[in-house]
């Protein structure tokens, strides 16, 4: 990376980190902290002072660097992955699409199973903690395989091979995100807290998603897209996941977690009424589903229209999406003070109305367009996108505290499991969508990494799926934002 482009990078960090942390001083007052113990377990009232607590900047800032190898991963994923199984590999677009989404699949049934166990464990270490270390551990591991697809195998052990590798970073994604997003609601029950706790992680997670869409490309560039380059971009989301992990486990060892046991039960028919009864949550739930499938099917064909249409490479790609980070990253402050103001839930749908506005002017690109234009639509993605997705993430939090005052149990985890399968599931759905799709038009498949010369009915779907469909989804997101009410918010 160029030493200029780095210390303007490690400068941005340093300075969002110091004015999220002085702003949320000001807009969030200092409250003090204890701990009432009772048993084996923190306990607390979610509606007494001590439980509103502002977290050390150590325990907030520690917590939101463990997503660094999640995001990392969640991006190499679903930007990249599909288009390295098709293009270099050699997979077709519609199967390599197919295995995603039977990962996630899978992932119903291992989801629900992590999150009640982690709200049942009585580790010496803390409810959530350990697995956060063997998430982490799992997860590098699949960053290897997955991008490391041996050369050699027949068509059926590639296709096997890749099947196998999603396995393993699927359950490697629950084990350590479901005990991780479960985590907030249990160190405060601040609303203001959890947006500044989780402004932390948007910090990180804007990080790790530049490390993977703009150092790897650049990377995989310098090594013309060979297996040298893409096994050294995979030790790259290794190396992240396992920072992450540690970094979270040691910062949040004296996190003043709120524990209190009363185990619920597990009958699911149950489990799906209750969570019913919280509407929150469930609009909630509803609106992250068709807002990231949407977010799967324009990031998975960001590469196929940046290579075959726009006449784009892996740089310009990385560059595209520096711009799109540095601009979450920066604008976190920013949007922390106008949820403050505005609310959570008004901000949420200025933010997505805003963004599916940006994705249509797609719909004007073409391969004579200035580099400028397409930066400047990644600069003004970022920062509207940073917005959604801190008051989106912050949500959670607050749902989960209302449903422990809707049903008197801690949930959680499995909260947390619902939320995060949804979450894989609409990426599945978007990456699956996008490989038919592309499949159905006449996508022609290329080995290596060679562009080829596709068809105009591809060119056309491209288009349809990266400008039109965001606008019309926008529009039901909106209209389910408006409804989700939380007694107490704005």
């Not at 291992?110 to 982490?136: E, H, N």
């Not at 805003?354 to 003004?380: E, F, H, K, N, Q």
């Amino acid at each position: 990376m160029p030493p200029l482009v780095t210390g303007f990078f490690v400068s941005a960090i340093l300075r969002s980190v110091d004015m999220a942390d002085r702003l949320s001083l000001t807009f969030f007052p200092e409250e003090t902290m204890t701990d009432a113990v009772a048993g084996d377990s923190q306990t607390a009232d979610p509606n007494s002072p001590s439980a509103t607590d502002r977290l050390p900047l150590f325990t907030a800032f520690g917590w939101g660097m463990g997503t660094l190898g999640v995001a990392a991963m969640y991006n190499a994923v679903n930007i990249l992955l599909l288009q390295y199984l098709v293009d270099y590999v050699g997979i077709g677009a519609a199967i390599a699409g197919l295995l995603m989404a039977l990962s996630k699949l899978y992932d119903a049934f291992t989801d629900p199973v992590i999150g009640a166990i982690s709200d049942r464990s009585k580790s010496k270490m803390g409810r959530r903690r350990p697995f956060l270390l063997y998430g982490c551990g799992l997860l590098a591991l699949s960053a290897i395989l997955l991008f490391n697809v041996p050369s050699g195998l027949s068509s059926n052990l590639t296709i096997l091979y890749a099947g196998g590798a999603l396995i393993l970073y699927a359950t490697a994604y629950g084990l350590f995100g479901v005990p991780y997003m479960a985590m907030p609601a249990e160190m405060t029950t601040s609303a203001n807290e959890r947006s500044r706790l989780i402004s932390f992680r948007v910090l990180a997670v804007s990080i790790a998603s530049l490390i993977a869409t703009f150092v790897g490309p650049v990377v995989l560039k310098y090594f013309d897209n060979s297996a040298t380059g893409y096994s050294i971009y995979s030790s790259m989301l290794a190396a992240l996941a396992i920072i992450g992990g540690v970094t979270a486990f040691l910062a949040t060892k004296k996190a003043p977690f709120h524990y209190q046991d009363n185990p619920y039960d597990l009958n699911i028919f149950k489990m799906v009424r209750l969570a019913w009864l919280n509407k929150p949550f469930m609009l909630l739930v509803a609106v992250k589903l068709i807002s990231l499938m949407t977010m799967a099917v324009t990031q998975a064909v960001m590469p196929f229209l940046f290579f075959q249409v726009l006449s784009l490479d892996a740089a310009q790609l990385g560059y595209y999406f520096l711009l799109f980070y540095l601009g979450m990253m920066c604008s976190q402050p920013l949007w922390l003070m106008i949820a403050r103001k505005l609310g959570k839930r008004w901000l949420f749908i200025t933010t997505t109305l805003l963004s599916s506005l940006v994705a249509l002017t797609w719909a004007l690109a073409s391969s004579g367009d200035p580099y400028i234009y397409v930066l400047a639509r990644g600069l003004a993605a970022g920062i509207i996108g940073g917005g959604g997705l801190m008051v989106g993430q912050s949500l959670l939090p607050d749902v989960m505290a209302y449903d422990y005052k809707l049903t008197g149990m801690r949930r959680e985890g499995l909260l947390s499991a619902v939320y995060t399968l949804v979450e894989k599931f609409a990426f599945a759905m978007g990456t699956t969508l996008t490989g038919i799709v592309l499949g159905l038009t006449g996508y022609i498949k290329g080995t290596g990494g060679a562009p080829v010369q596709q068809p105009e009915s591809v060119v056309n779907s491209l288009y349809t799926l990266i400008a039109v469909f965001p606008i019309s989804v926008a529009c039901i997101c909106a209209v389910l934002i408006y409804f989700i009410r939380i007694p107490g918010q704005k």
